[in-house]
C-alpha cells in the first residue's frame, strides 16, 4: 500500500478555509465563434462628477449645508485634501524641508467639498457612485443626508432617483483622522490605520506622515438600464486549445426582460481577428449568471517580461434588450496564460507555500521587487504609474508584490502592468496583524469588490493577506482565502508575506549587520530585503530648503535628517553612513555621501538575487524591497520619489538580465583571503540556442593593470536552467589590493551580450575607487543615441549618462557601465539636451 502524497501548505490552507466551489467548476453553455465584431461599447450612461469642487474647514452642519460658503477653495476631485490646500497656497510644498509636519495637521480637521451638477435627462433610475474616499464620511444631497461611509477603497454607492432635482448639489463631509499615539516606531507616528482600512503606509512609519484625506478617486452617476451587466469572468480552460470560460451577471430591475447578450473578443495590442457570439437570454428581477464555454482560434499567449510578448484581448460584453431601452456594456483586458504554483524539487510540504511558478507550461525564477504607494498626496494618474512601471519593464523586473501596507491600486495599475507584462502579488490592506482589529465587514467588502474587479487581469497572479503578520490567522485571514477561491479560483492566496517559506530580512540596516551577511542570504522565496540610500543629489536639493542646501554634516534636527527612514528618530543617518563609508573617502562631502550609499545599495542587494537566481529551482523567485517611493526621502527604492533612477536601478538591470552570467562572492572585502569563486551563466529566455559562447572573467588591481583571466566556453542552450561553469581562483596575493574590479563577460557568437563588474575590497583603502588612475572619454548624439568611447588606454569604470535639472524624467536604456580601452558603446536616450558624460576615473571630452 502506496503512502498518501504530502500536500503542500497551499493545499492545506485551501482546505481550512471551507470555501464553496470555484466558478469555473460550473460548465456553461458551448458557444461557436464568427468573424467579426458585433457589440459596441456604450458608456452605460455614466455622468462623470470629477473636476471642480469647492473645499472648506470645518463648522457645523447646519451651516455648512444651510447657508452660502465664503472661505471655499477650489478641490480638483480627485485630490487629497492637502492637494487642494497646496494649490490654493494655504499650505507650503509637503516635501519641502519638514513641512510635511505643518501639512499633516489638514489630516487631523474636518473638511466640507461641493459641487453641483443638472439632473441627468432621463427618467430612468439613477446611481451615484464613490471610487474612493479617505476615510470616514458623510454625504448629502440636496440637503438630504443619503449616507455615512467608512473604508478607503470603494464605495458608497447610493439609489438617489427620489431625491434629484433640476438644479443638484452635492456635499461629503470628510471627517477628521483619529490619533493614536501607541506607535512602535516614530514618537509622532499614528496608529489609528489599524481599527480602520486605509493606505497606513503613509500614518509616520513610511517616510511619511500625512495621513489621506480626500475623495482621491472618481465620482460619477450611472443611469441604471433595466438589465446591468456585473463583474464578468474570463479564465482559461485549456491552454494548448484555446479554450475560455467566461460568465456574466445580469441584475434586471424588471420582473421579466428578455434580450441579447453579445460578446466581443479583439485584440488590442496586435493585429488579429476579432470573433463574436450573441446569446438571446431572458432574465428575473435580480441577479442572473449566464455561463459560456468558447475557443478562441488562432489565439496569442500572454508572457511575463522577457519571455514572450504580452498580447492582450479586449472582451466587451453587451446586453440589448427587447423593448429597445439602453444597453449595458463592460470591457475587460484578457489574456491567454495560465500561472501555477508548484513545489520545489525537494517536494510539497505542509509547511511551505510552494515557490516555483510556471507560467504556460515553463517554470521560471521570479525577478522582481516591492511596490509602494506611489504618492502621499494621492497622485495615483497614469503618468505617475507609467513613470515607475516603465522602469521596472526596463529592470527586467517581472513581478510586483503589492504589498499589504498600501492598497489595489487604480485601474490604470494593473492595465499597464497588463501592457509591460508585469505580474502582480496583490496584498490586501493589512499589517502586523491588523486583520485582528480593522472592522471585519469594511475589510470584507474591500477584499471581496477589488477581488471581482481584478480577476480577469493577466498581470494577477496572486492574492496575499497583508504584510509581516506574526499570526496570519482567524476570521478576516479565512474569508480572504474563501474570497480567493469563490470569487476567482483561478490564483493561489497566502495568508501572509513572510510565511510559508518566503524570506523578509533586514539584518542588514536594522540589524547593523556587516554588508557581508548579504552575500551568503538563501530563501525558498525572497518576499523582502534591501538597503535604504539617499536619492540623487538633484532630488535631495529639491527638497532641502535653500538654507540648508549648504549645511555638511547635516542638523540632526534639519530636514535632511527629517528625510530619512523613521525622520531620524532611530540613527537612521549613522544606520545608512555604516555602509556608505565603504566606499567614500573619510572626509566625504555630501555628493560622496549620496553616491556610497547608492553604491552600498547597488552591491549590497545584487549579490543577493545573483545567488538566489544560481539556486533555481530551489530558489523560485526573489522580491528585493523595492522600486518606488510614497514621499522623497532616504530609502529602500531603486527610483526616488521624483522618478529619478538610483544606481541600483542600472546594477539591478543588469543581475536580472535574461542572459546573464555573474561570480559568486561569500563577502565584500577579503583583502589576504584566497577565494574560490563560482562562475554561474544563466539564460532565461534561452538566447544561446544554436550559439556558440564563452564567459570571460578578468581581475584587476587597483591601478587597472590585469591580475588574472580566465575564459569558459560553451555552445547551445543551458536547458533553462543556471549552470555553473567552474570556479575562478584568486590566491592571497591576488586579493592584496583595494579596490579589486573584476569583470564577468558573455560573449555570444563573438559578440559581447552582457557584462557586469564587481567592487571589492574598498573598506581597506578608503576612497580608494575614487583614486583609480584616469581614462579619457568622449561622447557624440545621433538622434537618441549617446556614442561613447574611451580614447584612454586603460578601462574606465562607473561612466555615466546624465541630463542634469531633469533625471526625474531622464532614461537611458544602461548606465554605470564598464569600457575597455578603445571601446566603443550606443545607449540609447530620451533625451539629448544638456548631457554630461563621467565616470569614476575618467576625463571627460567633447
Known amino acids: 500500500m502506496k503512502d498518501n502524497p504530502r500536500l503542500s501548505l497551499d493545499e492545506i490552507d485551501n482546505q481550512s478555509f471551507g470555501a464553496k466551489d470555484p466558478p469555473q467548476s460550473h460548465r456553461g453553455k458551448e458557444i461557436v465563434l464568427k468573424k467579426g465584431s458585433g457589440s459596441k461599447a456604450s458608456d452605460n450612461a455614466i455622468i462623470s462628477l470629477d473636476g471642480k469642487w469647492i473645499m472648506t474647514e470645518g463648522g457645523e452642519n447646519s451651516e455648512r449645508l444651510n447657508k452660502p460658503w465664503v472661505d471655499e477653495i477650489p478641490a480638483a476631485v480627485p485630490c487629497s485634501v492637502h492637494t487642494a490646500l497646496l494649490n490654493a497656497g494655504r499650505i507650503p510644498e509637503p516635501t519641502v524641508g519638514r513641512n510635511q509636519e505643518i501639512a499633516r495637521e489638514a489630516s487631523y480637521k474636518t473638511w466640507w467639498l461641493k459641487r453641483s451638477f443638472k439632473k441627468p435627462n432621463t427618467d430612468r433610475p439613477v446611481r451615484l457612485e464613490f471610487d474612493g474616499i479617505a476615510n470616514r464620511c458623510t454625504i448629502w444631497l440636496n440637503g438630504e443626508k443619503i449616507s455615512e461611509h467608512e473604508g478607503m477603497f470603494g464605495g458608497p454607492s447610493v439609489d438617489i432617483t427620489d431625491l434629484l432635482e433640476y438644479e443638484n448639489t452635492l456635499t461629503v463631509k470628510l471627517e477628521p483622522i483619529p490619533k493614536s499615539n501607541d506607535y512602535f516606531m516614530n514618537s509622532d507616528g499614528n496608529q489609528s490605520w489599524n481599527k480602520t482600512v486605509v493606505i497606513n503606509n503613509v500614518y509616520g512609519w513610511h517616510y511619511s506622515n500625512m495621513p489621506s484625506l480626500g475623495i482621491w478617486n472618481s465620482v460619477r452617476l450611472v443611469v441604471v438600464p433595466d438589465g446591468e451587466l456585473l463583474s464578468p469572468h474570463i479564465f482559461v480552460r485549456d491552454l494548448q486549445k484555446g479554450s475560455i470560460g467566461m460568465s456574466a451577471i445580469l441584475k434586471s430591475i424588471k420582473k421579466s426582460l428578455k434580450g441579447t447578450l453579445k460578446i466581443d473578443i479583439t485584440p488590442r495590442n496586435f493585429k488579429g481577428d476579432s470573433y463574436t457570439f450573441e446569446d438571446s437570454i431572458e432574465a428575473k ?76 507550461g515553463k517554470k521560471m525564477f521570479v525577478k522582481g521587487s516591492g511596490w509602494c504607494t506611489a504618492d502621499a498626496m494621492l497622485d495615483f494618474s497614469r503618468d505617475r504609474y507609467d513613470c515607475f512601471l516603465s522602469l521596472a519593464k526596463a529592470q527586467h523586473i517581472q513581478m510586483l508584490r503589492a504589498w499589504g501596507c498600501g492598497f489595489p491600486e487604480k485601474d490604470d495599475f494593473y492595465d499597464l502592468c497588463d501592457l509591460y507584462g508585469i505580474m502582480i502579488m496583490q496584498e490586501w490592506p493589512t499589517a502586523w496583524n491588523s486583520h485582528n482589529t480593522q472592522p471585519f465587514d469594511i475589510l470584507e467588502y474591500t477584499v471581496k469588490f477589488h477581488t471581482l474587479r481584478l480577476r480577469n487581469h493577466p498581470s494577477l497572479i496572486m492574492y496575499g493577506g497583508g504584510n509581516e503578520s506574526g499570526a496570519p490567522f482567524g476570521e478576516a485571514i479565512d474569508m480572504m482565502g474563501r474570497a480567493s477561491i469563490e470569487l476567482d479560483g483561478t490564483h493561489p492566496f497566502h495568508r501572509g508575506e513572510p510565511w510559508g517559506g518566503s524570506r523578509h530580512d533586514y539584518n542588514v540596516h536594522w540589524g547593523n549587520a556587516p554588508i557581508d551577511y548579504n552575500f551568503t542570504l538563501e530563501a525558498d522565496f525572497f518576499g523582502e530585503f534591501g538597503l535604504p540610500s539617499l536619492p540623487v543629489y538633484e532630488s535631495v536639493m529639491k527638497y532641502l530648503p535653500d538654507e540648508e542646501k549648504a549645511i555638511w554634516p547635516p542638523d540632526p534636527k534639519g530636514s535632511f535628517m527629517y528625510h530619512t527612514p523613521v525622520f531620524g528618530e532611530t540613527d537612521d543617518l549613522n544606520r545608512i553612513r555604516q555602509y556608505a563609508e565603504l566606499f567614500i573617502p573619510e572626509n566625504y562631502t555630501l555628493k560622496e555621501f549620496i553616491t556610497g550609499s547608492q553604491l552600498a545599495q547597488s552591491f549590497g542587494v545584487r549579490p543577493v538575487l545573483e545567488r538566489a537566481r544560481t539556486r533555481f529551482p530551489y530558489c523560485g523567485g526573489a522580491l528585493y524591497y523595492k522600486l518606488n517611493d510614497n514621499f522623497p526621502a532616504a530609502s529602500w527604492a531603486c527610483a526616488d520619489w521624483y522618478g529619478a533612477p538610483k544606481l541600483a536601478h542600472y546594477i539591478l538591470m543588469n543581475a536580472f538580465a535574461p542572459l546573464h552570467a555573474c561570480l559568486l562572492f561569500d563577502s565584500m572585502n577579503f583583502s589576504g583571503t584566497p577565494k574560490n569563486l563560482p562562475v554561474f551563466l544563466m539564460d532565461d529566455a534561452d538566447e544561446l540556442t544554436n550559439s556558440k559562447w564563452s564567459v570571460n572573467v578578468t581581475v584587476y588591481a587597483n591601478d587597472l593593470s590585469l591580475i588574472k583571466c580566465e575564459k569558459f566556453k560553451g555552445e547551445g542552450s543551458l536547458g533553462g536552467l543556471p549552470v555553473q561553469l567552474g570556479e575562478l581562483s584568486l590566491t592571497l596575493d591576488d586579493t592584496k589590493t583595494a579596490p579589486l574590479l573584476t569583470v564577468c563577460e558573455v560573449i555570444k557568437d563573438g559578440i559581447l551580450s552582457d557584462r557586469s563588474f564587481y567592487i571589492n575590497n574598498c573598506e581597506y583603502a578608503k576612497g580608494s575607487l575614487f583614486r583609480l588612475p584616469r581614462t579619457s572619454l568622449t561622447f557624440s548624439i545621433e538622434r537618441n543615441n549617446v556614442i561613447i568611447k574611451n580614447i584612454g588606454k586603460l578601462p574606465a569604470v562607473g561612466v555615466c549618462i546624465e541630463a542634469n535639472g531633469k533625471l526625474d524624467t531622464f532614461r537611458t536604456s544602461e548606465n554605470f557601465l564598464w569600457l575597455e580601452p578603445g571601446e566603443t558603446k550606443t545607449v540609447t536616450v530620451n533625451l539629448i539636451e544638456g548631457l554630461t558624460l563621467s565616470a569614476l576615473n575618467s576625463i571627460q571630452e567633447i
Open 285 to 360: 428581477a435580480g441577479e442572473n449568471t449566464y455561463r459560456y464555454e468558447l475557443t478562441v482560434p488562432d489565439f496569442r499567449l500572454w508572457w511575463p517580461v522577457d519571455t514572450g510578448e504580452q498580447n492582450l484581448y479586449m472582451v466587451t460584453f453587451e446586453f440589448c434588450p427587447e423593448n429597445a431601452s439602453a444597453s449595458s456594456s463592460v470591457t475587460q483586458n484578457f489574456g491567454f496564460r495560465t500561472v501555477e504554483a508548484v513545489p520545489s524539487p525537494d517536494g510539497p510540504s505542509p509547511e511551505k507555500f510552494n515557490w516555483n511558478f510556471v507560467v504556460n
